[in-house]
């Protein structure tokens, strides 16, 4: 059995792990390097930022989203592994939504890709639970005393996602134009969408 | 478990780090163990749940290294669970592919779980109706689970109210061991910062999906 004592470089286990499972015929380069080049290039916070953007754009759109974000986001060929069943929380002027897994780091991969450092890391995943309000302001998001902080832990299969507002002056802005301007921060609920 | 994974309000962990908009992985290593975690469960014959737990068995000390550490090292445990590979296997390994000669172990007796699956992925459906509704309070049990779980310590014995139905699911607790998928109800709980912080906590809602069987109408 596995232990602590003697501890084993992390590259190094996981070379000698995946080493002997492709001689045992159980992985192979060409799976890792399909799943890895998926992961960096097509699965990632464009497609939230995508899916954002319209509903900024199309009100029957983001009305669709709110009511069923599963098949709403589905619409835009965003689907698969942990984002089996997907509940977007719209931001507004007096309510915030902050999302979080406690228990590990579940996070909607469709829409987001994999999860960055500080939503992994046990600081955030401790203290966003206790202490919203101050860890928003650690991230630079200082929020007014009158509004409403939702913390979403996501303890089940169910799957977060954060619809930020629409930042003013971008009234004139395209679809396409808007979507640049979303960021995975904003998608998670610790930062807000801003205009450069 | 009450495990190191269990994070939700422990303290000592000081700053949150950087927004950084880095990708997903930092170093090479980092894409293959996340493969080698993505496949583990169809490797080991096992499931999300029980890749989940294993990540929980991990040492402490191991958690704490960083999250593709305690990946791998959970996707080994649930290798090891299915006599999938060995931790001797994999260290001697580990020390021939650091240039050192030492002798490989013999491979495991492969012994995968079998456990009945519903389908692909976790919606399931139940026949029982769901006992509770929206707006309903409700008390989170004080229960002291040996193995795995998606109950955390901070909203046990806790009082709250449900805001939302979500879809029955696959119950972790049982789905993890290989005993059966066991579909349960599953509900947003919403509870006041104070309920779970005292009263001098910060105002918010803290809101999250509880399975039908944590749950008994508060009192």
Same mark, same amino acid.
């Given at each position: 059995?596995?232990?602590?004592?003697?501890?084993?470089?992390?590259?190094?286990?996981?070379?000698?792990? %995946?080493?002997?499972?492709?001689?045992?015929?159980?992985?192979?380069?060409?799976?890792?390097?399909?799943?890895?080049?998926? !992961?960096?290039?097509?699965?990632?916070?464009?497609?939230?930022?995508?899916?954002?953007?319209?509903?900024?754009?199309?009100?029957?759109?983001?009305?669709?989203?709110? &009511?069923?974000?599963?098949? &709403?986001?589905?619409?835009?060929?965003?689907?698969? +592994?942990?984002?089996?069943?997907?509940?977007?929380?719209?931001?507004?002027?007096?309510?915030?939504?902050?999302?979080? =897994?406690?228990? =590990?780091? =579940? !996070?909607?991969?469709?829409?987001?890709?994999? +999860?960055?450092?500080? !939503?992994?890391?046990?600081?955030?995943?401790?203290?966003?639970?206790?202490?919203?309000?101050?860890?928003?302001?650690?991230?630079?998001?200082?929020?007014?005393?009158?509004?409403?902080?939702?913390?979403?832990?996501?303890?089940?299969?169910?799957?977060?996602?954060?619809? +930020?507002?629409?930042? %003013?002056?971008?009234?004139? !802005?395209?679809?396409?134009?808007? %979507?640049?301007?979303?960021?995975?921060?904003?998608?998670?609920?610790?930062?807000?969408? %801003?205009?450069? | 478990?009450?495990?190191?994974?269990?994070?939700?309000?422990?303290?000592?962990?000081?700053?949150?780090?950087?927004?950084?908009?880095?990708?997903?992985?930092?170093?090479? $290593?980092? @894409?293959?163990?996340?493969?080698?975690?993505?496949?583990?469960?169809?490797?080991?014959? @096992?499931?999300?749940?029980?890749? *989940?737990?294993? #990540?929980?068995?991990?040492?402490?000390?191991?958690?704490?290294?960083?999250? $593709?550490?305690? $990946?791998?090292?959970?996707?080994?445990?649930?290798?090891?669970?299915?006599? #999938?590979?060995?931790?001797?296997?994999?260290?001697?390994?580990?020390?021939?592919?650091?240039?050192?000669?030492?002798?490989?172990?013999?491979?495991?007796?492969?012994?995968?779980?079998?456990?009945?699956?519903?389908?692909?992925?976790?919606?399931?459906?139940?026949?029982?109706?769901?006992?509770?509704?929206?707006?309903?309070?409700?008390?989170?049990?004080?229960?002291?689970?040996? @193995?795995?779980?998606?109950?955390?310590?901070?909203?046990?014995? *806790?009082?709250?109210?449900?805001?939302?139905?979500?879809?029955?699911?696959?119950?972790?607790?049982?789905?993890?061991?290989?005993?059966?998928?066991?579909?349960?109800?599953?509900?947003?709980?919403?509870?006041?910062?104070?309920?779970? $912080?005292?009263?001098?906590?910060?105002?918010?809602?803290?809101?999250?999906?509880?399975?039908?069987?944590?749950?008994?109408?508060?009192?």
């Amino acid at each position: 059995m596995t232990s602590a004592s003697d501890h084993l470089d992390p590259a190094l286990r996981v070379e000698a792990l %995946a080493s002997l499972l492709i001689e045992r015929g159980l992985l192979d380069e060409a799976t890792i390097e399909t799943f890895v080049k998926t !992961y960096e290039q097509s699965v990632g916070p464009m497609n939230g930022a995508k899916v954002v953007a319209k509903a900024w754009t199309d009100p029957g759109y983001r009305a669709r989203l709110l &009511a069923d974000g599963t098949a &709403a986001i589905a619409e835009l060929g965003f689907k698969g +592994p942990q984002g089996e069943h997907m509940v977007v929380l719209e931001n507004t002027p007096t309510l915030h939504h902050v999302v979080v =897994c406690t228990l =590990c780091s =579940c !996070y909607p991969w469709p829409v987001l890709g994999l +999860p960055p450092s500080w !939503y992994k890391d046990p600081a955030y995943r401790s203290r966003v639970v206790r202490e919203p309000r101050q860890v928003l302001r650690e991230f630079g998001l200082d929020l007014d005393d009158s509004v409403e902080i939702r913390v979403h832990d996501s303890s089940s299969e169910v799957r977060y996602m954060v619809l +930020p507002e629409r930042p %003013a002056g971008t009234g004139g !802005y395209s679809e396409a134009e808007l %979507a640049d301007l979303v960021t995975r921060d904003a998608m998670v609920g610790v930062a807000k969408v %801003a205009v450069p | 478990m009450d495990g190191i994974h269990d994070l939700g309000g422990m303290q000592g962990f000081g700053q949150v780090q950087d927004l950084t908009a880095d990708g997903p992985f930092a170093e090479p $290593w980092e @894409g293959k163990a996340f493969v080698i975690g993505a496949l583990s469960a169809r490797i080991a014959g @096992g499931n999300l749940h029980a890749m *989940r737990h294993a #990540i929980e068995r991990v040492p402490p000390s191991e958690y704490l290294v960083g999250y $593709w550490n305690r $990946w791998t090292f959970g996707a080994q445990i649930m290798m090891e669970d299915s006599g #999938i590979v060995t931790d001797d296997e994999v260290r001697a390994r580990a020390a021939r592919l650091s240039g050192q000669d030492v002798p490989e172990p013999p491979q495991p007796t492969p012994n995968k779980p079998q456990m009945p699956s519903g389908g692909a992925g976790n919606l399931r459906s139940r026949d029982t109706p769901p006992a509770f509704a929206v707006g309903d309070r409700v008390r989170v049990a004080d229960l002291d689970p040996q @193995g795995h779980t998606r109950l955390p310590r901070y909203v046990r014995r *806790r009082t709250g109210t449900v805001t939302a139905l979500q879809p029955c699911q696959v119950f972790p607790d049982t789905a993890a061991h290989f005993v059966a998928e066991d579909p349960q109800h599953c509900y947003t709980v919403d509870f006041d910062s104070r309920e779970l $912080w005292g009263p001098g906590a910060e105002p918010f809602r803290l809101s999250i999906d509880l399975y039908e069987p944590y749950l008994e109408p508060a009192p």
